[in-house]
């Protein structure tokens, strides 16, 4: 038995070490638009990666020694995918998305929850977005502060949670052990986790459907008033956090027809009450707000939708690049197990498979809700192997992966993107002794998108009150930016938040480009034109992504408040970090590739 086991060890270790020479050598199969393996790997960068594979897998393998169960699991759970998302907290706001959802979260921290409530979709520009998440962030900033941090720390938390409420619906529906190792293999997938220091609604949203199918399990076994009320509003809020979660929501009915086997008739009966309930919020909702549900159905039918077959990434990509090739192994085999086991109970996490290929949805970040029930596949299958050791050293080394992949490639090319040079300017700009900042946005020399629709994300990344003195211009004539990706850029106004009141002190210019500006722009300059020097630069670029947002700081000196010129190449090693990224740092330090 003993030797066996350590066979099966040793294949496992060395197919974990494999996977990523294989994975690179194929890497021009990855069409992910946000960190395809084409762009965040080189051969040095591949050096990096094995340089902490190796010890990082004999972590593993001394981790798969323990045993773990009841309370001690979950919490085990929640440290470990808190402390992994945190690393990632260094990386920028790299999808101009966030743009939106800064201003809408901003507005109710200027003007309150009754303005926020009252004018979503009004003078709150709503675009395809529910506000739920908006209105979270919105809450954290009026509560805590308009700081970054807080976000990053409350997506992180949401992030946790979710990972452990998985590992609870695995339970619920098989038994500890196979819910233990969902929670972990949700971790093998590195690009989720860069999807979670963002100001996106991604994350949130995921741990909200993954909090309404956990909760509606309970009640089907359970029952009783406070679960059923409790469900029902897990649901609604699904529903007010994106409307991908729509479909996505048809699992509430297939999981109650799945547990109708005990007690078909009470089992039936509780169904009926929490789906009558969420569909008295969801009524009311649509009943106050029907004109604005209506208008952006029909922008999600007429736009989103058939963009989805020109902004398509493949199923290869998805599941080999972008997840490791052991949780996708591992839930093909759950699904064989499963059709020849006729195991019913796994139609709720085959729900994935369903709706991805009904749907035909070949985008990754239309399906970040669902991967908690791929880890539940991938769970399903793993445990149908018969060595607990081995089952643990498996889903372990898929973690390990996974973090090392995350840490040691997509982030230093994250750092790379010219996205990141709207965080250095924010950190310079609050070293100027000044109270607002005038900026300016020149228009793109190759992207379909509005360059204005990055001013938002300056002022996330700084103290300082930013003044857009310019009026954002709509739709080109002769583009045809309607039928873009970045579409929203050009329809966002200019929000009152950064509408000039007469308060101007002046004492800085910023002008955002896709190129560096060889001088002040003249409707910049204004009458302090010739007072005003360049003081920062901030122009670092992969040369991958069209949309550039290159930072150009004036000040009437030309100097910072220290009195010297700031240029940063600020590798990440330098920056100050969370302790537990102290051993990621030699590894990140280099963005270059």
Not at 402 to 414: E, G, K, R
Request: net charge positive; hydrophobic share 45%.
């Amino acid at each position: 038995m003993e030797g066996r086991r350590a066979e099966q060890l040793l294949l496992v270790t060395f197919c974990a070490l494999a996977v990523i020479p294989l994975l690179y050598l194929g890497r021009a199969s990855d069409t992910n638009t946000f960190t395809s393996w084409r762009w965040v790997l080189s051969p040095s960068g591949l050096l990096r990666v094995f340089s902490l594979l190796v010890p990082c897998l004999l972590c593993a393998f001394a981790l798969s020694r323990l045993e773990l169960s009841g309370n001690a699991a979950s919490a085990a759970l929640f440290v470990a995918s808190f402390a992994s998302a945190l690393p990632l907290w260094l990386e920028p706001e790299a999808i101009i998305d966030a743009s939106r959802y800064f201003v809408q979260a901003k507005s109710l921290e200027e003007n309150g929850v009754g303005y926020f409530l009252g004018e979503w979709g009004r003078r709150i520009p709503a675009w395809t977005d529910l506000p739920l998440v908006p209105f979270l962030d919105g809450l954290v900033f009026s509560w805590i502060g308009e700081e970054r941090t807080y976000i990053q720390a409350l997506n992180t938390l949401l992030f946790a949670l979710t990972v452990v409420l998985t590992s609870l619906i695995g339970k619920r529906i098989w038994d500890e052990e196979t819910g233990l190792h969902a929670g972990l293999l949700l971790l093998g997938i590195p690009y989720l986790l860069t999807q979670v220091p963002l100001l996106l609604v991604d994350v949130p949203t995921l741990f909200f459907l993954t909090l309404s199918i956990y909760l509606f399990i309970l009640a089907l076994e359970k029952g009783g008033g406070a679960l059923l009320c409790a469900s029902s509003g897990a649901i609604f809020l699904a529903i007010l956090s994106k409307y991908s979660t729509w479909p996505m929501l048809l699992l509430i009915p297939l999981t109650a027809v799945v547990r109708m086997r005990n007690k078909p008739r009470l089992t039936a009966a509780r169904a009926f009450g929490v789906m009558l309930m969420t569909g008295l919020l969801a009524g009311a909702m649509l009943y106050a707000r029907y004109d604005l549900v209506r208008e952006q159905l029909m922008l999600l039918r007429t736009y989103q939708w058939s963009g989805l077959s020109r902004w398509h990434e493949g199923f290869v990509s998805t599941f080999l690049f972008q997840t490791h090739p052991f949780v996708t192994g591992l839930a093909l085999y759950g699904i064989y197990r499963a059709v020849r086991e006729r195991d019913i109970r796994f139609l709720i996490a085959g729900w994935f498979v369903i709706f991805i290929v009904l749907l035909q949805v070949r985008r990754i970040r239309y399906i970040v809700p669902l991967f908690p029930l791929f880890s539940l596949m991938a769970s399903y299958g793993l445990n149908r192997l018969r060595d607990a050791r081995v089952r643990r050293y498996i889903s372990l080394c898929a973690v390990a992966s996974s973090l090392v992949i995350a840490y040691t490639a997509f982030l230093p090319f994250l750092r790379s993107t010219s996205m990141a040079n709207l965080g250095q300017a924010g950190k310079f700009l609050d070293t100027l002794d000044c109270r607002s900042v005038r900026v300016y946005a020149l228009p793109q020399g190759n992207s379909s998108g509005s360059t204005f629709a990055a001013i938002p994300l300056l002022d996330y990344h700084t103290r300082k009150r930013i003044i857009s003195p310019q009026e954002w211009p709509g739709h080109p004539d002769d583009g045809d930016t309607r039928r873009s990706s970045l579409r929203f850029t050009w329809e966002a106004r200019r929000p009152d938040l950064f509408a000039p009141d007469g308060k101007d002190d002046g004492c800085a210019v910023a002008v955002i480009s896709d190129t560096v500006p060889v001088r002040l722009p003249v409707e910049a300059a204004g009458k302090e034109g010739s007072l005003l020097r360049e003081a920062g630069r901030f122009d670092r670029t992969s040369g991958v992504f069209k949309y550039q947002t290159m930072v150009t700081v004036y000040t009437k000196d030309g100097l910072s408040q220290t009195g010297q010129k700031y240029y940063p190449v600020v590798p990440i090693g330098t920056m100050s970090c969370l302790p537990c990224v102290e051993g990621l740092r030699q590894f990140a330090a280099n963005p270059s590739y």
